[in-house]
């Protein structure tokens, strides 16, 4: 069983950036992963994801702004997020499917404030 464990959120201005960072405790090059986001009293969304090739597709609300990389040697994913808005604010988590089931971190918060 895979675990997946994000970092690097925490509070920034509008316009600020933050990176994320997903690290997997076993192998994960073959599969596609993603990041989504749970904005207080929504659904949980996709923002983006990346494929075992490293294609990549975002969610129109984050495209131009944010990106999401991986290092294969790291079992990491990453998700540099730029010009960051309040309406970005959201517990972001990353994503993992294996064989039909979903695997999920804990979640990292990231507010975007004045």
């Known amino acids: 069983q895979v675990q997946l464990a994000e970092s690097g959120g925490g509070s920034v201005q509008p316009g600020g950036s933050l990176r994320l960072s997903c690290a997997a405790s076993?192998?994960?090059?073959?599969?596609?992963m993603g990041w989504y986001r749970q904005a207080p009293g929504k659904q949980r969304e996709l923002v983006a994801r990346i494929t075992s090739a490293g294609s990549t597709n975002y969610a129109d609300s984050v495209k131009g702004r944010f990106t999401i990389s991986r290092v294969y040697a790291k079992n990491t994913v990453y998700l540099q997020m730029n010009s960051l808005k309040p309406e970005d604010t959201a517990v972001y988590y990353c994503?993992?499917?294996?064989?039909?089931?979903?695997?999920w971190g804990k979640g990292t918060l990231v507010t975007v404030s004045s």
């Open positions: 076993g192998s994960i090059n073959t599969y596609a």
């Open positions: 994503n993992l499917k294996i064989a039909g089931v979903d695997y």
